[in-house]
T-cell receptor, first 118, second 112 residues
Framework: DQQVKQNSPSLSVQEGRISILNCDYTNSMFDYFLWYKKYPAEGPTFLISISSIKDKNEDGRFTVFLNKSAKHLSLHIVPSQPGDSAVYFCAASARIWGAQGGSEKLVFGKGTKLTVNP | EPEVTQTPSHQVTQMGQEVILRCVPISNHLYFYWYRQILGQKVEFLVSFYNNEISEKSEIFDDQFSVERPDGSNFTLKIRSTKLEDSAMYFC??????????FGEGSRLTVL
């Protein structure tokens, strides 16, 4: 059940250029989206998030775009640096608040391995 | 910068043995999670914990699994009788008021 799909397993870009990582989702209840970066043998590191009330969120070199009608989001990294080389995971959640205070189960994509070449 | 810490970093155990994985979430966070990643597969949700009780669990989290917050700082995942297919990286995470989950570095469990 692939509710969150990252169709490109890998991406290679030159240092200084733009990296664009894509993510599609199928569950229309998702209303909060996050990007995580993961190095080998480490835990996922939070990068940037976006709520479904927005279509863009920017933080330094990282910008996330959300297209709700297409159920698509993308992460742009400009300019790309060799230290950005890692696996990038898209994650989504449906913020269903129940009696126990909320559920923040994240559904992850399979990840895209980004390589930034010097 | 505050971080989520996990111990052990790697545990090797025999099938059928009990394992406890430990986590110290970020101190002012109120929501706690366990996720796992089997080699080559997605990061999968196991369980969320809030106000000293489980708020949601996945179908993976059967009665062989349990979680506990024994002393107000630690958050543990126990697997009562490990199976070969429990071999994975187990990630603890916690969440504060901003909404993002912060993950620990993971505990690698190898079941022989």
């Amino acid at each position: 059940d692939q509710q969150v799909k990252q169709n490109s397993p890998s991406l290679s870009v030159q240092e200084g250029r733009i990296s664009i990582l894509n993510c599609d989702y199928t569950n229309s209840m998702f209303d909060y989206f996050l990007w995580y970066k993961k190095y080998p043998a480490e835990g996922p590191t939070f990068l940037i998030s976006i709520s479904s009330i927005k279509d863009k969120n920017e933080d330094g070199r990282f910008t996330v775009f959300l297209n709700k009608s297409a159920k698509h989001l993308s992460l742009h990294i400009v300019p790309s640096q060799p230290g950005d080389s890692a696996v990038y995971f898209c994650a989504a959640s449906a913020r269903i608040w129940g009696a126990q205070g909320g559920s923040e189960k994240l559904v992850f994509g399979k990840g895209t391995k980004l390589t930034v070449n010097p | 910068e505050p971080e989520v810490t996990q111990t052990p970093s790697h545990q090797v155990t025999q099938m059928g043995q009990e394992v406890i994985l430990r986590c110290v979430p970020i101190s002012n966070h109120l929501y706690f999670y366990w996720y796992r990643q089997i080699l080559g597969q997605k990061v999968e949700f196991l369980v969320s914990f809030y106000n000293n009780e489980i708020s949601e669990k996945s179908e993976i989290f059967d009665d062989q699994f349990s979680v506990e917050r024994p002393d107000g700082s630690n958050f543990t995942l126990k697997i009562r009788s490990t199976k070969l297919e429990d071999s994975a990286m187990y990630f603890c995470a916690s969440k504060g008021v901003t909404g993002e989950l912060f993950f620990g570095e993971g505990s690698r469990l190898t079941v022989l």
